[in-house]
Nanobody, 123 residues
Framework: QVQLIESGGGLVQAGGSLRLSCAAS????????LAWFRQAPGKEREFVST????????YYGDSVKGRFTISRDNAKNTAYLQMNSLKPEDTAVYYC????????????????WGQGTQVTVSS
């Protein structure tokens, strides 16, 4: 069973950058599609980005396209989310997720989830 641990969240000013990491253990991580979702208080969980098992294919939510970049290093069992030009509306808990199936914008596809890391963007 894959276990995911996110890190790298924090407080940043608008226009700043953060890089989130998602470290995996307990499974053959390299075959899993990975994704980032986020959830702000009082809002539904939102798709941010997903990347295929080999890193070839990636998709982004419309609200982050052009500002965020997803990547992975299978040798280190780690995925990353580079977030640039952050806005106050990016404030949320960010979750890493893994799926043995395929990349998807739907949270229901993902079998494993991390505990989340808080990102707060001040104006």
């Amino acid at each position: 069973q894959v276990q995911l641990i996110e890190s790298g969240g924090g407080l940043v000013q608008a226009g700043g950058s953060l890089r989130l990491s998602c470290a995996a253990s307990g499974g053959d991580y390299r075959w899993y599609a990975l994704a980032w979702f986020r959830q702000a208080p009082g809002k539904e969980r939102e798709f941010v980005s997903t990347i295929s098992w080999n890193g070839v294919t990636a998709y982004y939510g419309d609200s982050v396209k052009g500002r965020f970049t997803i990547s992975r290093d299978n040798a280190k069992n780690t995925a990353y989310l580079q977030m640039n030009s952050l806005k106050p509306e990016d404030t949320a808990v960010y979750y890493c997720a893994a799926s043995i199936q395929t990349t998807s914008r739907s949270a229901t596809v993902y079998d494993y989830w991390g505990q989340g890391t808080q990102v707060t963007v001040s104006s």
